[in-house]
């Protein structure tokens, strides 16, 4: 593994009573995407304001590309951030509002021309450039605001809501713009969402906080296969439960012994989850039909990022 | 450009960033210049303040019935009228430079850039003060039109100019102080008018005895106010009343010192008012 770009080691942070973030521990490598997760007041926000020196933290440390949380101005030389509600000076041309941050960040005259075409081209608003912010479209913005976190070629980009209130083309457009961040210039993203389908279409890794804890941290596929099980749900015959429970019991990938719901007249048989290629609810299907016994329906619940996240939070839905 | 596998690090970028972030608060300044000059705000400043020296100026040099003041006074009242007004305008300018950002939501896209607190306040602040020579050179002709004797012209400039940019630089801090703290943008444009009302007061008032004397001293208003009447209006030399120009030195230096110390404790929510 690369040297972390984010090492961060059992941050905290409170207002008053309430205990904003508590423990937080990361290390992120170049390049990679990770997912902060989490429902309303979990504390994705103030972790991200805390990682990106607006506030101080109470205890613990963390350190972006080797450089400590003591010295942030130099943290702030290598970190971009699109804040959850960034404002815009609708007055300004979108060319104007990056040249503007670039040379915030000690790029010459030419030099933030040079960077604000580039990157306008990047996150393609070439041809809106010169038009008012005041006439952009939100999602417009958001890209716009992308495109302003990469003036100083951040080696971390924390992205707080990116998405937020946009249609699905324009989260389709700002998902596909942090993915090719990431790959193309090894830039680390932390992605602060409340959508789950994003964490798990960019995200290589996700952490999740409630009421400022971390309560599961790891690969996508990792949490949702401790925090949401795969359950095979299948429908046979009435009188041949039994010998299906058997030959359920006998399949590779099928975890504990199979249940019986005898009001629903469905059995219930666990797929361990060691694939995520749907190898286990396979062999299920061939050990009934190999058994001779015929199904009449047979349903995968589980194994989503969704589901993992409500079991963790015990929240009834985003 | 080339994809990466995770873990790597991209060895060159057309985007290369600067090494260091330069004199952060000279673009800032240069932005915010931008703002104020190439907007409606500043040129409505200019042309409001000049329609209202002319329409002075055409009453106290033509109308020989409204005319009812000496010409000296008629020049001091151009000189108070054109400070007092900048003070005004600038203090509602610095109030405005950091509560604003923070209600419209520019702020911490502000903070997050390697740019220290100080100089963030610095480039607001010096872009505010610009408006305080713009509107003493449209002083200018009104109070050429309006002199009266030999050395009154050189006098009243020069004493507003002086008093003038000590009080602006006090009050301006004012508003940049009450802009750092406060939480929300109608707050402190509150705050700040009221305080400069407070001390302009007492200059519209007739202060007498040893209690009037001593506000005449500490209010760096009517301290300014009355040092600019002597020496335009009564003729004094600019040695003999020298003292007056203690409080609004003392104003200036204080203000500015306390309301930078404060700005390096700039946060993304304000301390009042939110």
Request: charged content about 20%; aromatic content about 4%.
């Given at each position: 593994m690369a040297v972390a770009s984010l090492t961060v080691e059992g941050i905290a942070k409170a207002f008053a009573e309430t205990?904003?973030?508590?423990e937080l521990s990361l290390e992120a490598a170049p390049g990679e995407v990770i997912g902060l997760l989490g429902p309303n007041g979990a504390g994705k926000t103030t972790a991200i304001r805390v990682l990106t020196t607006i506030y101080a933290p109470d205890s613990g440390s963390f350190a972006v590309d080797g450089i400590p949380y003591s010295r942030p101005n130099v943290i702030r030389q290598r970190i971009g951030v699109l804040p959850e509600s960034a404002g815009y000076p609708?007055?300004?041309?979108g060319e104007e509002f990056v040249q503007y941050f670039a040379r915030l960040f000690g790029h010459s005259r030419r030099s933030a021309r040079e960077t604000a075409e580039t990157l306008l081209a990047e996150v393609g608003l070439a041809e809106r450039?010169?038009?008012?912010?005041?006439?952009?479209s939100r999602g417009v913005r958001q890209r716009l605001g992308v495109a302003r976190a990469l003036v100083n070629a951040p080696r971390v980009l924390f992205l707080d809501e990116?998405?937020?209130?946009?249609d699905p083309a324009g989260q389709r457009q700002i998902l596909a713009l942090i993915s090719e961040v990431a790959r193309e210039r090894g830039t680390t993203v932390i992605l602060s969402t409340h959508f789950l389908d994003e964490v798990e279409e960019v995200c290589s890794r996700v952490i999740i906080l409630n009421r400022g804890e971390v309560i599961a941290e790891g690969p996508v596929a990792d949490i949702k296969r401790r925090a949401a099980p795969r359950t095979a749900r299948v429908r046979v015959p009435e009188e041949m439960h039994e010998s299906a429970v058997s030959a359920l019991k006998r399949?590779?990938?099928?975890?504990?012994t199979p249940a019986i719901n005898g009001a629903r007249g469905l059995i219930s048989a666990s797929l361990?989850?060691?694939?995520?290629?749907?190898k286990a609810g396979n062999s299920a299907i061939c050990a009934l039909l190999e058994a001779g016994i015929p199904i009449v329906s047979f349903e995968v619940e589980g194994g989503k990022l969704s589901d993992a996240f409500l079991a963790l939070t015990g929240e009834v839905g985003e | 450009m080339t994809t990466l596998a995770q873990?790597?690090?991209?060895?060159?970028?057309?985007?290369?960033?600067?090494?260091e972030a330069g004199a952060g608060w000279l673009v800032i300044a240069g932005q915010e210049l931008r703002d104020i000059w190439l907007s409606v705000r500043g040129p409505a400043i200019v042309f409001g303040t000049s329609l209202l020296l002319s329409l002075l100026t055409y009453l106290a040099a033509s109308n020989e019935e409204l005319n009812i003041i000496d010409q000296r006074d008629t020049v001091n009242l151009v000189a108070q009228i054109t400070m007092a007004l900048a003070v005004a305008v600038i203090l509602l300018f610095t109030a405005d430079c950091l509560s604003g950002e923070r209600e419209r939501e520019t702020l911490e896209s502000l903070l997050v850039t390697p740019v220290p607190r100080r100089q963030i306040a610095l480039g607001k602040y010096l872009a505010a003060f610009s408006l305080w020579p713009v509107l003493l050179i449209v002083a200018v002709p009104y109070i050429w039109v309006l002199r009266e004797g030999e050395g009154v012209f050189a006098d009243a400039m020069l004493g507003t100019l002086v008093v003038g940019t000590l009080l602006v630089t006090g009050f301006a801090s004012l508003g940049l102080l009450v802009s750092v703290f406060s939480g929300s943008n109608r707050l402190s444009l509150a705050v700040a008018f009221f305080i400069f009302v407070l001390l302009l007061a007492p200059t519209q008032l007739p202060l007498g005895g040893w209690f009037g004397d001593l506000i005449v001293q500490i209010n760096p208003m009517t301290a300014g106010s009355t040092f600019l009447h002597r020496v335009i209006?009564?003729?004094?030399?600019?040695?003999?009343?020298?003292?007056?120009?203690i409080a609004p030195v003392v104003w200036a230096i204080a203000v500015t010192a306390v309301a930078f110390i404060a700005a390096g404790r700039l946060r993304l929510q304000g301390s009042f008012g939110r």
């Open positions: 205990r904003a973030v508590r609708l007055q300004q041309s450039a010169a038009s008012p912010i005041a006439t952009y990116p998405t937020l209130g946009l399949a590779p990938g099928i975890a504990g361990d989850g060691l694939d995520a290629s749907g | 873990g790597e690090v991209r060895q060159e970028s057309a985007l290369q960033p600067p090494a209006v009564k003729e004094h030399g600019w040695g003999e009343d020298l003292d007056l120009l």
